[in-house]
């Protein structure tokens, strides 16, 4: 049985702190480990890209609850299709932030780190999506020493 993809942006609100983000990110993975989603969250200061895949009804399911969510707005779909495999296979979901921001530095990372950590099968187009989003920080500062993606699974 095949699955769903699908990628989206949105506008952070501006009133987003990064335990806001924690918060996030949190219900996000313990959500979709119930729904069978994986996928990847980026977060740029500004605005959220996320890609989520999973069984198809789950995957609407989540993106309702997501595009009803008052911490941003503005949420276009970037991308709907039937895909055969995961990207993100065994990621309830991958976190990356870019800049260094307050004291959560090791989920930071420098656009040569995500476009490594980034999966092979992932298309060129969506690639170069995801690490041209990465550039557009909100965070002054450096990323980590190691330029290293730590997110927890």
Request: charged share 20%; proline share 5%.
């Amino acid at each position: 049985m095949g699955i769903s993809r699908l990628v989206y942006v949105s506008t952070a609100n501006p009133d987003l702190m990064l335990t806001d983000i924690d918060a996030i990110v949190a219900t996000a993975r313990a959500r979709n480990e119930i729904e069978g989603i994986t996928g990847l969250l980026s977060y740029n200061g500004f605005n959220f890209m996320q890609l989520l895949e999973g069984p198809p009804a789950s995957v609407e399911r989540v993106f309702d609850s997501i595009g009803q969510d008052s911490r941003h707005s503005g949420v276009i779909t970037v991308l709907s299709q039937a895909a055969d495999t995961r990207l993100f296979a065994g990621w309830s979901m991958a976190f990356a932030r870019t800049g260094k921001g307050g004291d959560q530095r090791s989920l930071a990372v420098t656009t040569q780190a995500l476009s490594a950590y980034l999966p092979e099968a992932l298309s060129p187009e969506l690639h170069m999506l995801f690490v041209r989003f990465n550039t557009l920080s909100a965070f002054d500062g450096l990323p980590p020493d190691d330029g290293e993606l730590r997110p927890a699974r």
